[in-house]
């Protein structure tokens, strides 16, 4: 897509009118349908980076469906490599799919990761009569004999979901991962209904999919997959980390720019992406998404990054998702 059609395209999506004459509005893409994720990302964001006067303009949102957010990625590497007016949403779907070479030969240092200001937490769920009390019990249980535990998530073989679970049994030193049972349905959901209705021994998948069987009394939560407990109404679950098995695999919202943008430039949108989360608006948006802290922005976040795609890619090559 050539720079003259996407910005007839953004022109139809402007987030906010009174942009300055003369100097281009900044842009954020959202590399799907609106009303998703990074859809979400953007949009949000990008208000309130307006509303608080993070930034001079109202930013416009372009969205740009496909390939699962290679469509986007692979714009911005080609046409706007050096654009220093652009941010781009990402998730941790963005880190998975460049560690399992999704994007037809794109690889993760051809841009720079921005931030990420929240995310939904990862976790491990069982139902509510399991004879699982922790998640060392239900981490020993599997290395006793891989074939009598069976997970369930909503991602496919090889997703985050299917991920997160083998990141946490090799922190607990079992390296067997092709013997590991994980089944992929259709969404969450579904997930919870095989792990409650017993055709599965525990769910692997994001808090804001298990809240309402929480509340209900259906299911345990065993871990959550963050640097610290949640807030809230959530503040019981203990996280993985204190139980011992280092691994933080959360679904984070962020942003990346072009890898060829300057460092002052880089560091104005860290700024300013800084500024929204610390800003009451971010955290009343957290609330009404269900979406829980997770503030890594600049150097932090690229080394974050850096690593899960590292983890993801030596797992993915384990168990035959990729060669």
């Excluded at 706007?80 to 781009?88: G, M, N, T």
């Excluded at 922790?134 to 991920?163: C, Q, R």
């Excluded at 269900?290 to 922005?297: C, D, E, K, Q």
């Amino acid at each position: 897509m050539k720079q003259t059609h996407l910005t007839r395209l953004a022109a139809a999506v402007v987030l906010g009118l009174g942009l300055s004459s003369g100097a281009q509005a900044a842009e954020c893409i959202a590399p799907a349908n609106p009303g998703g994720g990074w859809d979400f990302t953007c949009r949000s964001i990008s208000k309130i980076m307006y509303d608080i006067k993070a930034v001079d303009d109202p930013i416009q949102v372009t969205n740009m469906a496909g390939g699962g957010g290679g469509l986007a990625y692979t714009h911005v590497v080609t046409e706007r490599a050096d654009d220093a007016e652009l941010i781009v949403a990402a998730s941790s779907a963005t880190a998975t799919r460049l560690a399992q070479n999704a994007f037809g030969g794109m690889t993760s240092d051809q841009v720079r990761f921005l931030g990420a200001i929240g995310a939904d937490p990862g976790v491990i769920v069982v139902a509510k009569d399991a004879p699982y009390q922790t998640l060392n019990d239900l981490l020993d249980a599997v290395k006793a004999d891989p074939s009598k535990v069976a997970f369930a998530g909503g991602s496919a073989v090889g997703g985050f979901d299917h991920l997160k679970v083998l990141m946490a049994l090799g922190r607990a030193g079992f390296d067997d991962i092709t013997k590991v049972k994980y089944i992929g349905v259709d969404g969450g959901a579904d997930a919870i209904t095989q792990t409650i209705g017993g055709f599965t021994q525990a769910m692997t998948g994001d808090i804001s999919e298990v809240v309402g069987f929480l509340k209900a009394g259906d299911v345990r939560v065993l871990a959550s997959f963050t640097d610290e407990r949640l807030p809230g109404e959530f503040s019981d679950i203990p996280t993985a980390k204190e139980q011992g098995i280092d691994v933080v695999a959360v679904n984070w919202r962020g942003l990346y720019v072009p890898k060829e943008i300057s460092d002052d430039d880089y560091n104005k949108w860290a700024d300013a992406l800084t500024a929204v989360a610390e800003s009451d608006e971010w955290a009343e948006q957290m609330t009404a998404n269900g979406l829980a802290p997770f503030t890594r922005i600049g150097a932090d976040f690229q080394g974050y990054v850096d690593g899960v795609i590292e983890e993801i890619r030596t797992l993915s090559k384990e168990i035959g998702v990729i060669q």
